[in-house]
């Protein structure tokens, strides 16, 4: 009797912090062709602050139902699979530095 009451509130505290954990989870949508960021978390020679674990950009090739993500280098041509939660969307910010460049000469002028 005293273990099924120990499994039931064991099986009551999972739920809770299963609901909880994936409260938190964010949910990203890639599109084929859309350049990302991928998370290098075994970047562990050179530990620094100022150091950069995100690396890319890569090419998104396929999609899958679960999460996963097949993505391309594009300088090395290497496809390989990866969860979707390790990227994040990659803007491109050259457009807004040739924005910023034409303001600035439309101000000169």
Known sequence: MLRNEAYE???IYKE????????YISRK?????Q?????DSRLKLFPGKLKSKW????VVEET???GAVMIKD?????NFKV?????KHYIEHERLVEKEILLLKEIQE
């Open 83 to 87: 969860n979707g939660q390790r990227l």
């Open 55 to 58: 690396k890319g950009p890569y």
């Open 9 to 11: 509130n064991h099986r």
């Open 16 to 23: 809770k912090t299963k609901t909880f954990h994936d409260k």
């Open 35 to 39: 350049k990302v960021w991928l998370y």
């Open 64 to 66: 899958y139902d679960h």
């Open 29 to 33: 949508k890639f599109d084929v062709g």
């Open 74 to 78: 594009p300088k090395s041509d290497h």
